[in-house]
C-alpha cells in the first residue's frame, strides 16, 4: 500500500526555519517525483515545488513565492522528502501535502500544519 | 507562470443532477490537465489526469474533456459524495498552478 506521511509541522516565528519531512512507504521511491502542495486556512492549494526522481537527477523546481526560500531534497535510500523552510513569513501559514507524481498527483500525505506567527 | 481560472467559484446542485465545472488557462498547455476532488478536512484525491484520462478507482460518472485553453470536469449525476471542492492543475510548464477551486453545494 502506498503510503506518505508528512512530519514536522509546528509553530515558527517569522523569519526562523523549518524542515518538514515526507516519509514514504508502499512504492520504489528513486523511481518517482515527489512534490509539495500547501494549503492555507479556508484558502485553495497552492504548488510549492517538486524533486524529481532519480533518473532524471534529482533536480528540482519551485513557485515563485518561495524560491531562494524553501528548497527540497531526497534520501532515497531512506524513502524520505524534504522541505527545508527558510526565512518564513506569516504567508507560508497552511497545511503542507507532499504527494507522488505520476501522472497527476496520485497519492497524497495526511498534510502537516505549520504556522508561522509571533 | 500560467494562470488557471475556474467557472463557476460555486455551483448549487441537486442529486442526480449534471454538473460541469470549466477551467481556462491563460495559455496554451495541450492536455496537461488534472483535476482534483477535496472535502473538508481531507487531502485531495486525483480524479483526472492528462485533461481526459481517468484515475483508477474514480467513478465513471466523472469525466474530463479539453485541449489547449479550456478544458470541463463533468459529473454526469451528481452522488452525495460529490459535495465537495473541485481543482483543476496544469503541469504543462516547470511551474505548475492550481485553479482556485470550485465548491459544489447541496441545492
Known amino acids: 500500500e502506498v503510503q506518505l506521511v508528512e512530519s514536522g509541522g509546528n509553530l515558527a516565528q517569522p523569519g526562523r526555519s523549518l524542515r518538514l519531512s515526507c516519509t514514504a512507504s508502499g512504492f520504489p521511491f528513486g523511481d518517482y517525483a515527489i512534490t509539495w502542495v500547501r494549503q492555507a486556512p479556508g484558502k485553495g492549494l497552492e504548488w510549492v515545488g517538486f524533486i524529481r526522481g532519480e533518473a532524471y537527477g534529482g533536480t528540482t523546481e519551485y513557485a515563485a513565492s518561495v524560491k531562494g526560500r524553501f528548497s527540497i531534497s531526497r534520501d532515497d535510500s531512506k524513502s524520505i522528502a524534504y522541505l527545508q523552510m527558510n526565512s518564513l513569513k506569516t504567508e507560508d501559514t497552511a497545511v503542507y501535502y507532499c504527494?507522488?507524481?505520476?501522472?497527476?498527483?496520485?497519492?497524497w500525505g495526511q498534510g502537516t500544519l505549520v504556522t508561522v506567527s509571533s | 507562470d500560467i494562470q488557471m481560472t475556474q467557472s463557476p467559484s460555486t455551483l448549487s446542485a441537486s442529486v442526480g443532477d449534471r454538473v460541469t465545472i470549466t477551467c481556462r488557462a491563460s495559455?496554451?498547455?495541450?492536455?496537461?490537465l488534472a483535476w482534483y476532488q477535496q472535502t473538508p478536512g481531507k487531502a485531495p484525491n486525483l480524479l483526472i489526469y492528462r485533461a481526459s484520462s481517468l484515475q483508477s478507482g474514480v467513478p465513471s460518472r466523472f469525466s474530463g474533456s479539453g485541449s489547449g485553453t479550456e478544458f470541463t470536469l463533468t459529473i454526469s449525476s451528481l452522488q452525495p459524495d460529490d459535495f465537495a471542492t473541485y481543482y483543476c492543475?496544469?503541469?504543462?510548464?516547470?511551474?505548475?498552478?492550481f485553479g482556485q477551486g470550485t465548491k459544489v453545494e447541496i441545492k
Open positions: 495559455q496554451s498547455i495541450s492536455v496537461w
Open positions: 504527494t507522488r507524481e505520476k501522472t497527476g498527483l496520485d497519492y
Open positions: 492543475q496544469q503541469y504543462s510548464t516547470f511551474t505548475w498552478t
